[in-house]
């Protein structure tokens, strides 16, 4: 696939011009990402990292004064890797050379390397139900990133919804910027949740976040076993419907910020031809996928969070060093093995409830995009992406299914990885891009089938 | 707490309506401050607003200095923007 580009003669010599040597390549300037990027520099290994953002640290270090944060991206300055910022990489060749193309203000950056690291992270998961794709309805860590891109909250009524351990999180951050937060409503059940918190006695701060007790502690109200039936409004959000067992009720808010646990970015593994397994990017101990050479670290080989980010990050650059990391990468490996187990706990207390599988009505619109309905997808049954992609356009527009895919697999019981879109561009990319990359020839159908 | 005029150095228009933004504020951001409410229309012509606010849902798509179909969310403000929403 992506190792078959076509190269026009006068692309390669102007690609030749942009392109960048070196020997280890980062993917992704999270927790992850630049722990790889520290471990492989220090080992002496030339380390570019390439991350879409304008500022290092991913989604979860980003906007806040973290010192865990400081400390790792100071080690990364000390050791010498080189950061390129806003650089969305969009294909790759994997053939006898691997090189990474990505788009930057500047236009294309190609970056050769025998060695890469995939750290790309994680995004929320989405469930359509009526109402989901009003104004004001967004994701709970969607909510978050958007304040901290300066909306203002102030005021403003908010429900948290959905679940996972982020929940707490974002109702505190968003009280903490003056949001009126009326309540975090978390789809497990209490029984789930206190059997999760019961094996967590050695993670206390993370148990409490679990049990719902920091937004108590703030006032707001914590339901679990409960869960967002409809947002209501016209133009824009005025109300949800709420559900706990048979009771439902209604409250008003101006924003629902809503977004079940997390899912893997696994377009970049599964476009260079990295194996997947149970929904994640499947690594050896040395963090090396199927893919000799490719590793993988952080939320792409399981949800685990910044703890378990940073030591998979280190193992990953380490032994991306060869011989002299590899020593270093074995002494973390029990360390890894405690944060693991805690990453399969969080799965289990957080497990989607089945009937979260009903709440879109055969109207409700399951592809934002393009305004695909339930009731399309339905009629396909038992079916599968591939025949949604084919014969509804479910998938096929501008997010190229990072929302619905992970939505339908969850709905119709499709594996994770079918739902995942491979084709280069992986993101729309312009077209002096794609020309500087040589890709306009064999692309340009599919090019347009993204851009549309 | 009001933010002080001098915080927010970077001014820009949406839709022809002048804002002031703080450094580093994204221009979903702006918009929202502009008291939009629709970022995009759907191709049904539902309206539309941010949703993941990490730049992978490209539901709040807009025109920026003539340029179409730009994530709002993952563009910071500069100085004499000419932000447009689709709705």
Redesign the interface.
């Known amino acids: 696939m992506c190792g078959q580009m076509h190269r026009g003669q006068k692309s390669e010599e102007h690609r030749l011009e942009t392109l960048r040597e070196t020997e280890v390549l980062v993917i992704g300037a999270g927790p992850a990402g630049i722990a790889a990027a520290c471990s492989a520099a220090e080992c002496g290994r030339r380390t570019i990292v390439l991350d879409d953002n304008p500022l290092p640290g991913g989604q979860i270090w980003r906007g806040k004064e973290d010192p865990n944060a400081t400390k790792w991206l100071s080690r990364a300055q000390r050791a010498g890797v080189q950061m390129i910022h806003e650089a969305q990489v969009f294909a790759a060749m994997m053939n006898d050379t691997r090189v990474v193309m990505a788009e930057t203000p500047d236009g294309l950056c190609a970056v050769r390397s025998p060695c890469i690291i995939l750290a790309t992270g994680a995004r929320e998961r989405f469930l359509p139900f009526p109402g989901w794709t009003l104004p004001g309805v967004t994701g709970a860590g969607g909510l978050q990133a958007l304040v901290k891109g300066g909306l203002s909250i102030e005021g403003k009524r908010v429900v948290v919804a959905g679940s996972g351990a982020l929940l707490p999180a974002v109702a505190a951050y968003l009280h903490e910027h003056g949001a009126n937060v009326r309540l975090v409503a978390e789809q497990t059940s209490w029984l789930q949740l206190i059997a999760f918190g019961a094996s967590l006695v050695l993670r206390p701060s993370v148990a409490m976040q679990g049990l719902g007790l920091i937004p108590q502690l703030l006032g707001i109200p914590y339901e679990a076993g409960c869960m967002v039936t409809a947002a209501h409004g016209e133009a824009k959000l005025i109300s949800v419907t709420l559900r706990h067992g048979s009771r439902t009720w209604q409250v008003d808010c101006d924003y629902l910020a809503c977004g079940y646990n997390l899912v893997p970015n696994l377009e970049l593994p599964v476009l260079l031809g990295c194996a997947i397994a149970n929904g994640y990017a499947a690594v050896d101990e040395w963090q090396e996928s199927s893919l000799p050479g490719v590793y993988c670290a952080g939320e792409l080989t399981g949800i685990g969070g910044v703890d378990r980010s940073l030591i998979e990050g280190q193992i990953a650059g380490y032994a991306a060093a060869g011989k002299q990391g590899k020593p270093k990468a074995q002494a973390l490996w029990p360390q890894r093995q405690a944060l693991c187990a805690y990453a399969e706990r969080l799965d289990r207390a957080f497990a989607l409830r089945d009937d979260l599988k009903a709440l879109a009505t055969p109207e409700t619109i399951v592809c934002r995009c393009e305004d695909v309905r339930r009731a399309h997808l339905d009629a396909l049954a038992p079916g599968s992406w591939r025949m949604a992609k084919l014969h509804t356009r479910c998938g096929m527009g501008a997010c190229q299914g990072r929302i619905c895919g992970p939505a339908m697999s969850f709905i119709h019981d499709w594996p994770m990885e079918s739902t995942v879109s491979t084709r280069p561009p992986l993101f729309p990319v312009r077209m002096e891009t794609l020309t500087a990359a040589g890709l306009t020839e064999r692309t340009a159908e599919k090019t347009g089938e993204v851009n549309r | 707490?009001p933010i002080e005029p001098e915080s927010r150095p970077i001014v820009l228009t949406v839709n022809g309506i002048t804002v002031r933004?703080?450094m580093?504020?994204?221009v979903?951001?702006?918009i929202?401050?502009a008291g939009v409410?629709?970022?995009r229309r759907?191709?049904?012509g539902?309206?539309?607003?941010?949703?993941?606010?990490?730049?992978?849902?490209?539901?709040c798509?807009v025109s920026i200095d003539g340029r179409t179909?730009v994530r709002s969310?993952?563009v910071?403000c500069r100085n004499g923007m000419d932000v447009r929403t689709d709705a």
């Not at chain 2, 539902?46 to 539901?59: D, K, N, S, T, Y």
């Open positions: 707490m933004v703080a580093g504020a994204t979903a951001a702006a929202a401050q409410a629709t970022w759907s191709p049904t539902e309206p539309r607003a941010p949703l993941c606010g990490i730049g992978v849902c490209f539901q798509c179909n969310c993952q910071r």
